[in-house]
Every structure is written in C-alpha cells, then in structure tokens.
C-alpha cells in the first residue's frame, strides 16, 4: 500500500487569534503544497529521522516515508499543520474532514509541543479554488465564500523566521476583557468582509494588525516599521501580519493594475490523498 498526501498552505485574510475563544476566521488554502508520500513495508522504517520519529510518534506503521515541501517553514502559513494534516492522512486514510483535523490536532499538541487551535487544519482540509471559508468556532460550522475577483492578495516575508512552541503562543497573560474585544472585533471584520471592496478590506487589514500588535502583543517593533512600510507603499491597500506573529509574512491586499513587491498567493484547493494498493 502506498498513500501519499498532498497539502496546502493556509493564507487567514481576517480572523487571528479567534478559535479558542469563539470566534470567526477567514482562511483560504493557498499554491504553497507538501507532499508526504507513505509506502507500507515489513519491517522498519525509512526517510528523514525527524519525520520518521514523529510518523512513529503519531502511530504510523513500518514505512518509506519522503516529504517534499514548498511551504516556509516558521513563516506564518502553517507549515506544521500542514505536516501534521499530511501525517493523519497517511496514517489514518480517509476519514471526514474534521476527523482529519481533530487527528492533526492531536498530533501538533502532543508531539510538536504547539497548543494550537483548529483553524489552520479546518483551513487546509476544507478550502476550494477561488474561495476562502468562513469558520464560526463556536459550533466549528464552515461557509464557503468565493473571493471577489478584485481582491488581490500578496505576501511579503519579514525575514524573521520562529517556531510557536518557543513563543508566547497561547499569551496566557493577556488579560480577558482585551481578549473578548479583540476576538469581538476581528469577528465584527469578518462579517464585514464578505461585503467589502478591496479598500475596505485593506482597512480592515491595518485595524487587524493593530489588535494584534497592540492588543494581544504578538508582534515586535521591528516587524511593526516592516509592516508600516508595506501598508504606505503605493498600491498596496492594507496589510497585516499573518499568522501567530512574531515574525513570518505579512498579507497585503493590493490593487490591480499597479505592480508591487512580494509573493502572489491565490485561493487554491485543499488537502487530497491518493491511496494505491
């Protein structure tokens, strides 16, 4: 047997910091795609020690593992959920969506060490060509939304790369009434969102960033004069941090017709797994 996923990266235009506590998010999968390929043997296992020890970690049986990955690794676009999704596929073979999610889940909690939340698996599981989802955390529902043509999105990389595990992911000290406003309000921009033209969103964008960097505190001054430079460059009509923060890319809503730097991210299909025996 020999089962071999194909993963993508996730892009959240709105939404950060809301799946523990309730919220709403806006992801979509991007181009940016692992491939983990699992090929059943007798006895042992074969591949890179890491991926071969956190296989056998999550349950994996004896194997030929080989992993090709185009995601950045640190960058904010869920590299490790997206290992972690390709993980549970391979072990587990077909299962629902979000039985694959709560796996991945499992798998980035207990052996990576990241206390992470479901949007980024809901995300790369969940995603088509040309929309984003809305995922409301409260009962984990998820609403295809077709991205509007004129929305045009961008990354551009801080150059700073982090692992959650050594951060503050989880900001255990951030206090509970700035929690309820910042998942309040970056719900409140969600909602807008499916109605907004691409000035409007950019607005959105710089309003999330602020929350994030001033609020929940998930940002570093440097990267705030990064992002500042690219939300007053011409063309561009908002921008954020992406991700659990410090450090990784920023997403930046352009115009169309005005050329500016960074990385063409487009909403792009989601997870697939592809068995043969």
């Known amino acids: 047997m020999r089962r071999i996923a194909i993963v993508p990266a996730r892009a ?8 523990h506590r309730g919220g709403l998010s806006l992801p979509f999968a991007t181009q940016h795609r692992l491939t983990l390929t699992a090929s059943e043997r007798e006895h042992g296992f074969t591949g890179n020690g890491d991926i071969v020890s956190l296989w056998k970690a999550a349950g994996g049986w004896p194997a030929d593992l080989e992993l090709e990955s185009k995601i950045p690794i640190g960058a904010g ?35 990576l060490g990241t206390p992470c939340g479901l949007l980024d698996p809901i995300a790369i599981t969940h995603s088509s060509e ?12 998820v609403t295809p939304f077709r991205i509007p043509e ?98 990784g890319m920023i997403l930046a809503i352009v115009e169309n017709n005005i050329e500016v730097p960074g990385t063409t991210i487009v909403p792009s299909e989601s997870a697939i797994l592809q068995e043969f025996l």
């Open 150 to 247: 004129e929305w045009k999105f961008k990354i551009i990389d801080t150059g700073v790369r982090r692992h959650l595990k050594d951060t503050s992911y989880g900001l255990s000290n951030v206090a509970e009434d700035v929690w309820k406003k910042h998942v309040a309000e970056e719900s409140k921009r969600v909602r807008e969102a499916i109605s907004c033209d691409p000035y409007q969103l950019g607005k959105s964008l710089n309003q999330s960033h602020f929350s994030l960097s001033c609020r929940i505190g998930v940002s570093t001054p440097e990267i705030d004069q990064l992002v500042e430079k690219v939300q007053t460059t011409k063309g561009v009509l908002g921008a954020r941090l992406m991700g659990g923060g410090f450090g």
């Open 77 to 111: 676009m869920s590299s490790s959920a997206a290992l972690c999704v390709a993980l549970a596929l391979c072990i587990n073979g077909k299962r629902s969506h979000m039985e694959t999610c709560l796996e991945a889940q499992r798998i980035e909690h207990e052996f």
């Open 12 to 19: 959240n235009i709105l939404g950060e910091y809301t799946d």
């Open 130 to 141: 040309k929309h984003a989802i809305i995922i409301d955390f409260s009962d984990l529902s």
